[in-house]
């Protein structure tokens, strides 16, 4: 499995403080990013499907916007002390059940992967550097990984 540095943990757990001091307004620009990138995704998110933009002070999409950075941030974390990810069965069979449903495919993957660095990238400012998107990457794509192959078993 990949193996994550203590460099790699540390510039995401300081990344992770500064984005979580103004989350709301990243959410509403993470997915004003992902449906520039598809905007076929609109349809996939009950909270957008009926919009003209990206809704502001909407408890739903902040909530999961949380929940996509939250379980990258969490996956580098566990990539550094554990060498993989593990997500419960339980967790893991509905995340990609519902993947499944929305008819996520691949290329969704790559875009909101593209939409989280960009988010990460304008809400950390001068701090942002190729090693800090790296690290981040790293982390969503062994998670998305694990997603992709539960989905295989969904």
């Known amino acids: 499995?990949?193996?994550?540095t203590e460099k790699e943990e540390a510039l995401v757990k300081s990344s992770w403080e500064d984005l979580t001091k103004n989350f709301s307004h990243h959410s509403i620009r993470f997915y004003a990013l992902l449906l520039e990138i598809l905007p076929?995704?609109?349809d996939m998110f009950p909270f957008l499907k009926?919009?003209?933009e990206?809704?502001?002070n909407n408890p739903q999409l902040e909530a999961q916007a949380m929940k996509v950075f939250?379980?990258?941030f969490e996956s580098a974390i566990q990539l550094r002390e554990k060498g993989d990810i593990v997500i419960e069965d339980a967790t893991l069979k509905q995340m990609s059940s519902v993947h499944?449903?929305?008819g996520v495919i691949d290329s969704h993957f790559e875009a909101l992967r593209e939409?989280?660095?960009k988010t990460i990238k304008e809400g950390v400012g001068a701090?942002?550097?190729e090693e800090l998107g790296n690290a981040w990457a790293k982390a969503y794509d062994v998670l998305s990984a694990k997603i992709k192959k539960g989905m295989k078993n969904a």
Request: cysteine-free; glycine content about 0%.
């Open 1 to 4: 499995m990949a193996s994550f």
């Open 40 to 42: 076929a995704a609109k």
């Open 50 to 52: 009926d919009a003209n």
């Open 54 to 56: 990206v809704p502001k």
């Open 70 to 72: 939250k379980l990258t």
């Open 100 to 102: 499944v449903q929305k």
């Open 115 to 117: 939409a989280m660095l």
């Open 127 to 129: 701090k942002w550097n």
